[in-house]
């Protein structure tokens, strides 16, 4: 069983810098995917970055691509989203969530453990 645990979302202007945290607690397996999900108000949760646990791969989507990092504490077991030059089409609630033994990281069925979401408001 695994428990993920946001931190770090509230409010930035356009442009600005935001870091997101997920925390997770029990145990991963380096053959685990650990993701990024945003659901803005009124649409479809989508993907926006992730990880293997094992360190040898990342993947954003494109609407992120050169604006956002996600990236491992290898002394913890936290996953961090840095988000730059954020824009208003941004704002979202951001989940974590974490897979096991799985290629299909873009979709959100993969996923077996979710965090409760963290709030991103972005204005211009």
């Known amino acids: 069983q695994v428990r993920l645990i946001e931190s770090g979302g509230g409010s930035a202007q356009a442009g600005d810098s935001l870091r997101l945290s997920c925390a997770g607690l029990g145990r991963i397996y380096s053959d685990y995917v650990v993701g990024w999900f945003r659901q803005a108000l009124g649409k479809e949760r989508e993907f926006v970055a992730a990880?293997?646990?094992?360190?040898?791969?990342?993947h954003n989507a494109e609407s992120v691509k050169g604006r956002f990092t996600i990236w491992r504490d290898n002394g913890e077991n936290t996953v961090y989203l840095e988000m730059n030059s954020v824009k208003r089409e941004d704002t979202a609630v951001y989940y974590c969530?974490?897979?096991?033994?799985?290629?299909?990281?873009?979709?959100?069925?993969?996923?077996?453990?979710w965090g409760q979401g963290t709030q991103v408001t972005v204005s211009s």
């Open positions: 990880l293997s646990w094992s360190g040898d791969s990342t």
């Open positions: 969530a974490a897979a096991q033994g799985s290629n299909y990281y873009w979709l959100r069925s993969s996923y077996d453990y």
